[in-house]
């Protein structure tokens, strides 16, 4: 009789059919006997692998700092720009404020003497203020009083201080309603009685022979023939007995920011009235 089980026997040590797990086990075993006879092998084969990831963690934390460098940079470039914008606009509102003073400041009174005078600066305007107004920044505790009048750039006036507290005035404009003045007009100083129509306007009546044209410049005293306005158009009625003037002030008037004030006697003299009780 045959034997067969010798031939099995053989089959399961051939090459062709060792299992996995044999093949798992002997790499275990030669792993453990490896790590026992040279326990150092591994970190002398690994430490290149170790050393190339640290250098790459490193990098990376450059690159990723830098993102962040950049981040702060920009910001800060940011609000040095705001800031650059804050400083030019201040340098702006600080030249116009220079260029309104010196014009204030450069007038000059009669004979070219100086005349004390109160720079104050325009708070209110209309249409924040009643119309033909503005309030001003002064009052009693800087010598600010009734009557004294207000001039803008160059020495123009512009209206007569009509209400004071102890930090602030009004000056009515001579465009106010039912305000009068005493001026002059044109090149032979035609005496005229200018009223003031509201919203910056001015008018006079003259007799029709008057020798007035368009261009013409209203003069007020301040001290002196001061100019005030100038003729804009002549409404002439036939039916009416003189002309009508029509008067716009040299200075626009509700964007002035700084004024000056000075006593010129116009307030006691009653060369500038008004014909209402509105303070």
């Known amino acids: 009789m045959k034997r067969t089980f010798l031939a099995k026997r053989n089959a399961l040590l051939s090459s062709t059919n060792i299992s996995w797990g044999s093949i798992a086990c002997s790499g275990v075993i030669l792993v453990l006997l490896v790590r026992l006879l040279a326990p150092n092998i591994f970190w002398q084969i690994f430490s290149p692998v170790f050393r190339a990831a640290d250098v790459l963690a490193a990098k990376t934390f450059v690159i990723t ?5 950049t981040a702060v940079l920009a910001l800060h470039n940011e609000q040095l720009k705001h800031e650059n914008a804050a400083l030019a606009n201040e340098n702006k509102a600080l030249l116009a404020k220079e260029l309104a003073l010196s014009a204030l400041l450069g007038s000059s009174g009669v004979e070219g003497k100086s005349i004390s005078k109160i720079l104050a600066g325009v708070i209110a305007r209309p249409p924040e203020s009643p119309y033909d107004t503005l309030v ?7 010598g600010v009083t009734l009557g004294q009048e207000a001039f803008g750039a160059d020495g123009v006036p512009i209206g007569v ?7 602030f005035s009004r000056v009515t404009l001579f465009s106010a309603p039912n ?3 005493h001026g002059w007009v044109g090149r032979e100083n035609i005496p005229l009685t200018i009223r003031g129509v509201g919203g910056g306007a001015m008018s006079a009546s003259l007799a029709r022979s008057a020798k007035v044209m368009v261009g013409d410049t209203v003069f007020a005293p301040g001290p002196g023939a001061l100019p005030i306005g100038t003729v804009t158009r002549i409404d002439d009625d036939p039916t009416a007995p003189g002309v009508v003037l029509r008067i716009t002030p040299v200075l626009n008037l509700f964007s002035i920011t700084w004024v000056a004030l ?4 116009i307030g006691d003299s009653g060369a500038f009235l008004f014909a209402t009780s509105t303070p």
Do not use: H, N, Y
């Open 65 to 69: 700092s830098s993102f962040g460098d």
């Open 136 to 142: 001003l920044a002064a009052g009693t505790k800087v």
């Open 161 to 167: 201080v009509s209400s004071v507290l102890a930090d």
């Open 179 to 181: 305000t009068v003045v």
């Open 262 to 265: 000075r006593d010129t006697g």
